[in-house]
Structure formats: structure tokens, C-alpha cells
């Protein structure tokens, strides 16, 4: 796959707004070169796989900050380049110095792209109790009600900072109340499957039709003390699959929503959640109206930039 890399330059103090407004935009991770951090680094050292590494040797920012989103092929990005510089620079109307400001934009390939991202993938606080940190980075929880994701994403779709991703988080958070039985369709690297441990879920079971990404989720799951039964295993869909479930969570194209949603319907007892994803906006009536045909309750629907998730219930008699 092809990506674009987007950097904006800008200070210190805005990079966290321009991340998110980069994030909004459909990025499905940002890479923060801060003049900051490498200052408060030259203090100590900086240790990586076993080496010490001198910070002056490091390519950095030498002043301000640089800001770098990576957007998959499927989002044009010459189109929303004038939107983010215009939104960029409207932050100063909330008292951010952001001069530069200065967008630019590099075609990266798949190569190069897995290594960057493993270079600058930092942890990132996902929704208000979940933070995704990368296997390699060490990092300690900031507050007692912060739950943590390791990951090491790989080839694998789900470093939990995508959209969709993040609108499927939120949505379990929803709808978790713990000890219920979970099954996770496309689990990618797995995230979503170690989330619904960490947020209290009894059994979980994941699916993916990828055998990459099976592998790459028993890897992610091994790095979760939490997550040590799941179980993950390659299927299509729920073909096959027998065996209620309280929560059923995809985070799928609309188009493979569609044959899902009578399968999940099977599974799911009254009360059960069908938690969906993935969705453009463009589809997401399509997906709430073949829910609703199926007879499903729409409890809630999502929204972040252009992407859509659904909650469902299946209603029992009395709803
Ligand atoms: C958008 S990724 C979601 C990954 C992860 N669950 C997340 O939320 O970040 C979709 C995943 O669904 C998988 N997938 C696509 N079609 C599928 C199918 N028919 N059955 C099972 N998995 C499928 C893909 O291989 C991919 O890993």
C-alpha cells in the first residue's frame, strides 16, 4: 500500500491540537519531533535495543516542533491539505502560537513506512481510560484508572490510534459492564480484543480471515497478561461459529458488515450488543437500515471526521 506522509511545522505548545486535527482527518498515527523532548533527553541518555545513544546524533527539530501523519491510499490528501493548514492556523484564535504552520506533503512507500512508524510510534491515550503503547517503549500508567494496550502492530491492521479503531473503543467502553462474553470479527492486531479484557470482559474469542493478522494478534495477546485467554483463530466472518455472545464488535468495511449482521443476530441473546465500524459516511445509513430490517435496536451512532460506528441491541420482548 501507498501512504502520504503529511508534516506541519509548528511550536512546542501546539503540537497536541495539530495532532489532533491530523487525527480527525483520518491519520492513522502521527509522529512528534519536538526540540523539547530532545532537550530534556540531553540530560540523561537514551537507551535503544541495549545501545546508548548520544541525542546530538539523532536527526531533530532544531527549534519548534514537526508534526507528521501518515494517511492511507484511501484518503485523497491533496484535498484536505488546505483544511488543515486553514484549521492549523486558527488555532491561534484559541491563543496558540503556531507560526510556521508550514503543511507539506511526501508519497511514502510500504517499506519505508513500517519503519518510520516503528521509529516514532509513541504511546497514545486512546479514549479516556485506554492508552495504546507500543511493545518497545516503556511506560507507566499516569492514573489508576488508566488501562494499557501493548502492541506491536507489525503488518497487522489496529495500532488503536485509526478512527475507527478509536470509535469502536469508545463504543465497548459504552457498553461494557464486565464479565460478559465477547467475540471480536477482524481482529487485526488485536486490540480491540485486549481493550475488552482490559475493561473487564470475561470471554473472548477473535476472528480474523487474515492469517497475518491471526499471527499478529496472538503476538499482541501474549504481550497482555490480561488478554492470556483469548482465544484467536482464523475464520470468516462467523461462518461456522457456534456459541452465544453478549458483545459482538466488528470494525469492517460496510460492504462485509452486510453478511454479518444476521450472524450476528444468531449469536447474540436478547440485551446483546452488535458493535460496528469501519463504516463511511456515505454507507452508514445502508448499515443502520439492514441492522434495523434485522430487527436490531439502534442504541447509538458515532461519529469521528468521515467514519461512522454503530451500537446495537438486540431487544428482548417488553423494548
Ligand atoms: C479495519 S481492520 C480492524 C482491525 C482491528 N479490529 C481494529 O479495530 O483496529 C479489519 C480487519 O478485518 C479483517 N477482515 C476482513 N474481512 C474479513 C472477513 N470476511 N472475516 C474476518 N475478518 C475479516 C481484515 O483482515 C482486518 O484485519
Redesign the pocket.
Known amino acids: 500500500m501507498d501512504w502520504t506522509e503529511l508534516s506541519v511545522t509548528t511550536t512546542s505548545e501546539a503540537v497536541e491540537a495539530v495532532s489532533n486535527i491530523l487525527m480527525t482527518h483520518g491519520a492513522t498515527g502521527v509522529q512528534i519531533d519536538d526540540v523539547k523532548d530532545f532537550e530534556k533527553l540531553r540530560d540523561g541518555h537514551w537507551e535503544q535495543e541495549g545501545k546508548i545513544i548520544d541525542v546530538d546524533e539523532i536527526p531533530h527539530q532544531l527549534t519548534g516542533a514537526k508534526v507528521s501523519a501518515y494517511f492511507p491510499e484511501t484518503i485523497f490528501v491533496p484535498e484536505i491539505v488546505p483544511e488543515i493548514t486553514q484549521q492549523v492556523q486558527s488555532l491561534t484564535k484559541f491563543g496558540l502560537a503556531v507560526a510556521p504552520a508550514t503543511v507539506e506533503t511526501t508519497a511514502v512507500d510500504e517499506t519505508n513506512w513500517a519503519t518510520a512508524w516503528k521509529k516514532y510510534y509513541h504511546p497514545v491515550q486512546v479514549t479516556r481510560f485506554l492508552t495504546v503503547v507500543p511493545s518497545w517503549e516503556k511506560y507507566e500508567p499516569q492514573s489508576s484508572d488508566e488501562r494499557l494496550i501493548v502492541l506491536d502492530p507489525g503488518m497487522?491492521?489496529?495500532t488503536?490510534t485509526?478512527p475507527?479503531?478509536r470509535l469502536?473503543l469508545e463504543a465497548l467502553e459504552m457498553v461494557i459492564r464486565g464479565g460478559e462474553r465477547l467475540i471480536?470479527?477482524?481482529?487485526?492486531?488485536g486490540?480491540?480484543s485486549i481493550a475488552a479484557k482490559q475493561l473487564g470482559v470475561g470471554d473472548v474469542r477473535a476472528?480474523?480471515?487474515?492469517q497475518v493478522?491471526v499471527d499478529s494478534a496472538q503476538k499482541n495477546l501474549d504481550l497482555n497478561p490480561v488478554a492470556k485467554d483469548v482465544k484467536v483463530a482464523a475464520?470468516?466472518?462467523l461462518t461456522g461459529i457456534t456459541g452465544q455472545a453478549d458483545i459482538i464488535v466488528a470494525?469492517?468495511l460496510a460492504e462485509?458488515i452486510m453478511p454479518l449482521i444476521p450472524q450476528a443476530w444468531d449469536l447474540l441473546p436478547v440485551h446483546g450488543y452488535f458493535v460496528t465500524?469501519?463504516i463511511i459516511a456515505e454507507k452508514a445509513s445502508d448499515v443502520i437500515v439492514a441492522q434495523e430490517h434485522q430487527g436490531f435496536k439502534i442504541v447509538q451512532t458515532l461519529k469521528m471526521g468521515d467514519w461512522f460506528g454503530v451500537v446495537a441491541q438486540k431487544p428482548g420482548e417488553d423494548d
Do not use: C, R
Open positions: 497487522a491492521f489496529g488503536g485509526h475507527t479503531t469502536s471480536d470479527v477482524g481482529t487485526g492486531s486490540v480491540l476472528y480474523d480471515l487474515d493478522a475464520n470468516n466472518l470494525n469492517i462485509i465500524s469501519g
